[in-house]
């Protein structure tokens, strides 16, 4: 079990990525809150993690609104009294060509998938620094790297978490605190589903494997960078896209 006794926070961990990576860590030992909008959906997931044999809360978090940030981590700390691993997970698209998209779907979109990852980055940070140990993951994305018409808004945001891993690797690294980023492709979940089946199989010619990924194939990334394995790599975004970005 790689991470025995780890004391984790996922954002956006109801459904989708943000589950299977709550389920796997569950599985390699580590207690697990689940934060997200939805927390009748996340107390679901949290149930399904306690029946792993771990201990699991599940927190009401919009990771756009500052106080609800400071207040879900307290609740964290409350339950687990440590905070191992931060996983910036929750992510929303509101895709448009630039010349029609609204100004509120720029904001909505950088406010969650940035600001967010960046108020939670820091109430993490305070705890972290403390402890003088601590892993932040941020889940950033292939489009961060390529660009993607329609997604001028997301593309600017996982682009954004780039930026933010680095420098807090580097501002944090004395403290004993590693930061990384994991950028998926396209991956087969609720956010990919509502593609139509000619663009998927567009998709598909695009990458080098011939297809999507699944969220597990992501929560492997996670893991190894929440893990031991990981402790001498910071920094850095680990690509996990069947080659589409090289
Ligand atoms: P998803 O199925 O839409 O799940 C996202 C989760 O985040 C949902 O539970 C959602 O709650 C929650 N959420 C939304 N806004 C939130 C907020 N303000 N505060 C807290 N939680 C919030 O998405 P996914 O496909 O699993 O994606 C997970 C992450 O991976 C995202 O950051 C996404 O950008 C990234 N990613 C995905 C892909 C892909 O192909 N799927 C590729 C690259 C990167 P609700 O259920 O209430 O909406």
């Known amino acids: 079990m790689r991470l025995e006794g780890k004391k984790a926070l996922i954002t956006g961990a109801a459904r989708g990525i943000g589950k299977a990576i709550a389920l796997g860590m569950a599985k390699e030992g580590a ?71 609204k100004e509120e779907d720029w904001d909505a979109v950088l406010n969650i998938n940035l600001k967010g990852s960046f108020l939670c980055s820091k109430e993490a940070v305070k ?18 790297f390529m660009g993607n018409p329609g997604q001028a808004n997301y593309s600017s945001s996982k682009a954004g978490l780039i930026g933010l891993t680095k420098t807090i690797a580097k501002e944090y690294a004395s403290r004993g605190i590693r930061a990384n980023a994991v950028a998926p492709g396209f991956i087969q979940t609720a956010m990919t589903d509502v593609l139509t089946d000619a663009v998927k199989e567009e998709m598909k010619k695009a990458i080098p494997l ?27 975004v680990l690509h996990v896209n069947g080659g589409m970005y090289m």
């Open 127 to 144: 705890i972290m620094a403390k402890q003088r140990y601590g892993k932040i993951i941020s889940i950033s994305s292939v489009v961060a």
């Open 210 to 236: 011939s297809q999507l990924g699944t969220p597990e194939d992501v929560t492997n990334a996670v893991i190894f960078l929440a893990s031991k394995e990981s402790d001498y790599i910071t920094g850095q």
């Open 31 to 101: 207690d697990i809150g689940i934060a997200d909008v939805n927390v009748e959906s996340a107390e679901k997931t949290a149930q399904e993690v306690r029946a792993l044999g771990v201990k699991s809360i599940s927190i009401k978090l919009d990771v756009s609104k500052q106080t609800e940030v400071a207040g879900a981590f307290e609740s964290f700390i409350k339950e687990f009294g440590a905070l191992d691993i931060l996983v910036n997970n929750a992510g929303i698209t509101r895709d448009n060509v630039l010349l029609r998209m």
